[in-house]
C-alpha cells in the first residue's frame, strides 16, 4: 500500500510539474493545478509520504531488534498500527485530490492522531539494550521528520 500511495502522489507530482510556470495553460489546466495546492503544497505533501515510508521501515528494524523485549515489541505494535492507520489517512486525501475533491478533513485528522499515536508509543521505549535504543532513536527521528513534513501540508495547502 506505501507504494501504491508513494506512485499515485508521484504521478500526482508529475502531473503539476506540467503545469507548473505555463503561463499560457488553458484555464482547466490552470485551475486543476491551483485545485490540487500548487508547488510548495505538493513538495510537502510527497515529503509527508516518503517520511512515512521511511518511518514504516527504521519501525520495522526496531521490531527487529526488539524480538526479545515484550514492553518494547508491544510499543512497536502500536506504533506499526498508528503509522498504517495514518496511511490510510493519506489514502483517503489523495484519492480525494485525484478525483477532484477536496481533501478530507478526516483525512488530515486521521494522518495526524496516528501519526502523534506512534510518536507516543516510541517515546515510551525504555530499553537498555544499546541496538533498541538506536533503532528506537531512528525511528522517533525519522517519524519526527513526518509531522514535521504533515505540518508543512497543514500551512502550505488550501484545504
Known amino acids: 500500500m506505501a507504494r ?4 499515485l502522489l508521484f504521478g500526482l507530482l508529475y502531473v503539476v510539474s506540467l503545469f507548473e510556470g505555463v503561463n499560457s495553460a488553458p484555464i482547466a489546466e490552470r485551475a486543476l ?14 515529503k509527508t509520504v516518503a ?10 528494524k526496531l ?19 498508528g503509522l498504517k492507520s495514518a496511511q490510510a489517512g493519506i489514502g483517503q486525501i489523495a484519492l480525494a485530490l485525484v478525483t477532484g475533491q477536496d481533501p478530507p478533513a478526516s483525512g488530515r485528522q ?35 521528520t513526518t509531522i ?7 500551512s502550505d495547502c488550501p484545504s
Do not use: H, M
Open 4 to 7: 501504491f500511495v508513494s506512485f
Open 110 to 144: 486521521q494522518v495526524q492522531d496516528e501519526l502523534q499515536s506512534a510518536q507516543t508509543a516510541l517515546n515510551s521505549i525504555n530499553s537498555t539494550d544499546t541496538s533498541v535504543t538506536s533503532a528506537a532513536q531512528n525511528a522517533l527521528s525519522s517519524l519526527n
Open 51 to 60: 517520511g512515512l515510508t521511511a518511518t514504516q521501515l527504521a519501525v520495522g
Open 148 to 154: 514535521s513534513a504533515g505540518g508543512d501540508v497543514v
Open 63 to 81: 521490531a527487529k531488534a526488539a524480538s526479545g523485549d515484550a514492553a518494547t515489541t508491544s510499543a512497536v505494535t502500536t506504533a506499526q498500527t
Open 33 to 46: 493545478f491551483s485545485a490540487i495546492g500548487g508547488v510548495q503544497c505538493n513538495a510537502a505533501r510527497a
